[in-house]
């Protein structure tokens, strides 16, 4: 659903999305369940390939632009 996606990384925070991105490591596709992606309290360890500055950097180009884009994308695939 357009617009639940949004919410839920508002709610996180673009800096936790990220984090949680960078170190997914389930293979296939990233699931997000409906009750909602953990708390925004929550502490993930960064993977040894990606830094700290890094994880600052990137936050502040997606609080700029967002994640909608990107969303968007996946959501025409099968249109």
């Avoid at 357009?2 to 596709?29: D, I, N």
């Avoid at 040894?48 to 994880?55: F, L, Q, R, V």
């Amino acid at each position: 659903e357009p617009g639940a996606a949004e919410a839920e990384f508002r709610r996180l925070g673009t800096e936790l999305v990220l984090r949680k991105f960078f170190a997914y490591r389930t293979p296939g596709p990233l699931f997000i369940p409906k009750s909602g992606w953990g708390s925004p309290d929550e502490e993930v360890p960064l993977p040894s390939w990606i830094t700290e500055e890094d994880i600052k950097y990137y936050t502040t180009q997606f609080d700029k632009s967002g994640f909608t884009g990107g969303l968007n994308y996946y959501r025409a695939l099968n249109k």
